[in-house]
């Protein structure tokens, strides 16, 4: 079956320590995102990739970076800069044509040791 | 720019209740519209969808109409049940913003009592 596999589904992090997160999917899809759901909230847009190769900023990028070096793939990274990452991290992707829906991942709950 | 408003929770019923969540939106273009559900610990899944103006989305009881006339999108179901509660987002996608990126409201809290 396609679909999105985020790993690790739980995942501790140290002060001072970056740590990356795992998003995998095999739908063929162009786009892919990465959003930060904090408890009781709606989603925020933290990256977002078109293409291989690219990708944008979105509403809160600072203290994270990604890269989309495959098309399966597109690992996020929370820096030592990131002050606050106790969240839950949720990957999408979508056709890049037309008004098409994205579809999640399970998500990865981050929390600080 | 593009938004999507909708009601704010927690919504609590009984069980067999109606059940209306309303959700409105500001587009520029031609938006498609979505609802989504989250379950406790789980991504997004997507619920029904429509993709122009009087369409009628619909999947496992719940239903939503596109209606331009008053930019709304509200979910409805005729009976819920418990295992309807969970988080339901309200989204929309205008391919006109050239970015392909999704709005999605703030998200509702929906509580089933048996």
């Known amino acids: 079956d396609g679909g999105i596999t985020q790993s690790p589904k739980y995942l501790f992090r140290k002060e001072g320590q970056n740590v990356t997160l795992s998003c995998e999917q095999n739908?063929?899809?162009?786009?892919m995102y990465w959003y930060r759901q904090d408890p009781g909230q709606g989603l925020r847009l933290i990256y977002y990739?078109?293409?291989?190769?690219?990708?944008q900023k979105g509403d809160i990028a600072e203290g994270y970076s990604v890269s989309r070096e495959k098309k399966e793939s597109f690992p996020l990274t929370v820096t030592s800069a990131q002050k606050n990452p106790t969240a839950f991290y949720l990957c999408?992707?979508?056709?890049?044509?037309?008004?098409?829906?994205?579809?999640f991942g399970d998500g990865t709950r981050l929390s600080i040791l | 720019g593009n938004s999507v408003t909708q009601m704010e929770g927690p919504v609590t019923l009984s069980e067999e209740a109606f059940l209306t969540i309303n959700c409105t939106y500001t587009?520029?273009?031609?938006?498609?519209l979505f609802w989504y559900v989250q379950y406790p610990g789980e991504g997004l899944q997507l619920l029904l969808k429509?993709?122009?103006?009087?369409d009628k989305g619909s999947n496992k009881g719940f239903e939503a109409t596109y209606r331009k006339e008053t930019t709304s999108f509200h979910l409805e179901k005729g009976s819920v049940q418990v295992s309807d509660s969970a988080v339901y987002f309200c989204?929309?996608?205008?391919?006109?913003?050239?970015?392909?990126?999704?709005?999605f409201g703030k998200g509702t809290r929906l509580h089933i009592l048996p």
């Open positions: 999408a992707s979508s056709p890049q044509q037309g008004n098409q829906p994205q579809h």
């Open positions: 587009a520029t273009g031609y938006p498609s």
């Open positions: 429509a993709t122009k103006a009087d």
């Open positions: 990739s078109q293409i291989v190769n690219d990708f």
């Open positions: 739908l063929n899809h162009d786009a």
């Open positions: 989204a929309l996608s205008d391919h006109g913003n050239r970015d392909d990126k999704i709005i």
